[in-house]
C-alpha cells in the first residue's frame, strides 16, 4: 500500500532526516515507528502525507508515486489518510460534534450525512455520550478519541498517528491504543510514530526502528524486545 524507494529527505544541507529508505507498508497492517527524538519518524509520516516530499527517491501510495500527484489532486490523496497528533488540533470552539462535522462540512456534506455519520463515529471511539461537550469539558484522552473520531469521518485507508499517546498518562494512553488496536481491526491500516518504548512493546505489532534517518530495525509482530 505504501512504499518508499531509496528515500532521502535533506531539510537542512548538513545530514539527511531520512537516509536512502527502503520499506514497505501492507494494506490492513498495524505498524509501530519507535526511535529518539530526531530519528525521522515525523518526517516518514509526512512523506506519506504528501505534506512533504523526498529530496531524491520516491514514495508510492497504492502504486502511485506521490511526486506524480498534481497539487489539485492533493486534497483527494489526504482524505485517503486520517492524521492524529500529540496536540488534538482540536476546534475550541466547537462541540465534539462540531468538531468532527467540520471535516465532513469542508468538503460539502449535507446534513443529512452530518447527522447520520457523525454519531455513528462518535460511538465508535466511546464518545457518544459526550457529543455536545467542548474540548475544555473534556479529559485529555477524550479529546484525542475526539481527533480520531474526526480523523475517521472520511473512512480513511490509513490513519497516521505522530506521538499520539504524548500528552497523556500512562492509563489514558493505553486506552488510545486500544482504540488503534481496534480500529485496526476494523480494517484500517494504522501506521503509529511513538518514541515510548514501552507502548511499543506492549502493542505487539510489527516494530520499525529508526535512528538518524535510517531503518536500524524492523520486527515481525512479537518480535520486538525492549533493550
Ligand atoms: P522525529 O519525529 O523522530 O522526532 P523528525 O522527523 O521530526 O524526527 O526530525 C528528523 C530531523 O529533521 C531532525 O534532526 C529535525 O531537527 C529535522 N527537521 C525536521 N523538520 C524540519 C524542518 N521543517 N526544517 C529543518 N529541519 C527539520
Same mark, same amino acid.
Given at each position: #500500500? +505504501?512504499?518508499?524507494?531509496?528515500?532521502?529527505?535533506?531539510?537542512?544541507?548538513?545530514?539527511?532526516?531520512?537516509?536512502?529508505?527502503?520499506?514497505?507498508?501492507?494494506?490492513?497492517?498495524?505498524?509501530?515507528? =519507535?526511535?529518539?527524538?530526531?530519528?525521522? *519518524?515525523?518526517?516518514?509520516?509526512?512523506? @506519506?502525507?504528501?505534506?512533504? #516530499?523526498?529530496?531524491?527517491?520516491?514514495?508510492?501510495?497504492?502504486? =502511485?508515486?506521490?511526486?506524480?500527484?498534481?497539487?489539485?489532486?492533493?486534497?483527494?490523496?489526504?482524505?485517503?489518510?486520517?492524521?492524529?497528533?500529540?496536540?488534538?488540533?482540536?476546534?475550541?470552539? *466547537?462541540?465534539?460534534?462540531?468538531?468532527?462535522?467540520?471535516?465532513?462540512?469542508?468538503?460539502?456534506?449535507?446534513?443529512?450525512? @452530518?447527522?447520520?455519520? =457523525?454519531?455513528?463515529?462518535?460511538? +465508535?471511539?466511546?464518545?457518544?455520550?459526550? &457529543?455536545?461537550?467542548?474540548?475544555?469539558?473534556?479529559?485529555?484522552?477524550?479529546?484525542?478519541?475526539?481527533?480520531?473520531?474526526?480523523?475517521?469521518?472520511?473512512?480513511?485507508? +490509513?490513519?497516521?498517528?505522530?506521538?499520539?499517546?504524548?500528552?497523556?498518562?500512562?492509563?489514558?494512553?493505553?486506552?488510545?491504543?486500544?482504540? &488503534?488496536?481496534?480500529?485496526?481491526?476494523?480494517?484500517?491500516?494504522?501506521?503509529?510514530?511513538?518514541?515510548?518504548?514501552?507502548?511499543?512493546?506492549? +502493542?505487539?505489532?510489527?516494530?520499525?526502528? #529508526?535512528?538518524?534517518?535510517?531503518?536500524?530495525?524492523?520486527?515481525?509482530?512479537?518480535?520486538?524486545?525492549?533493550?
Amino acid at each position: #500500500m +505504501i512504499r518508499f524507494e531509496n528515500v532521502t529527505k535533506i531539510y537542512q544541507k548538513d545530514f539527511p532526516a531520512l537516509d536512502d529508505i527502503n520499506l514497505e507498508f501492507k494494506e490492513g497492517e498495524f505498524v509501530s515507528i =519507535v526511535g529518539q527524538s530526531g530519528a525521522g *519518524k515525523s518526517t516518514l509520516l509526512k512523506l @506519506i502525507y504528501a505534506e512533504e #516530499m523526498p529530496t531524491s527517491g520516491t514514495v508510492f501510495f497504492d502504486e =502511485v508515486p506521490l511526486n506524480s500527484i498534481s497539487k489539485g489532486k492533493l486534497p483527494r490523496h489526504r482524505r485517503e489518510i486520517g492524521t492524529i497528533f500529540q496536540d488534538y488540533k482540536l476546534l475550541h470552539r *466547537k462541540t465534539a460534534f462540531e468538531n468532527v462535522a467540520y471535516a465532513l462540512e469542508v468538503v460539502g456534506a449535507s446534513n443529512e450525512e @452530518i447527522d447520520e455519520n =457523525v454519531p455513528q463515529i462518535l460511538d +465508535i471511539v466511546g464518545l457518544g455520550e459526550k &457529543m455536545e461537550k467542548y474540548p475544555h469539558q473534556l479529559s485529555g484522552g477524550e479529546q484525542q478519541r475526539v481527533a480520531f473520531a474526526r480523523a475517521l469521518i472520511h473512512k480513511p485507508k +490509513i490513519i497516521i498517528a505522530d506521538e499520539p499517546t504524548g500528552n497523556l498518562d500512562p492509563f489514558s494512553s493505553w486506552d488510545i491504543v486500544q482504540l &488503534m488496536l481496534k480500529i485496526n481491526e476494523l480494517g484500517t491500516t494504522v501506521v503509529l510514530a511513538s518514541h515510548d518504548k514501552y507502548v511499543i512493546d506492549k +502493542i505487539g505489532k510489527r516494530v520499525v526502528v #529508526m535512528d538518524k534517518g535510517k531503518i536500524i530495525g524492523d520486527y515481525e509482530k512479537g518480535k520486538y524486545k525492549l533493550s
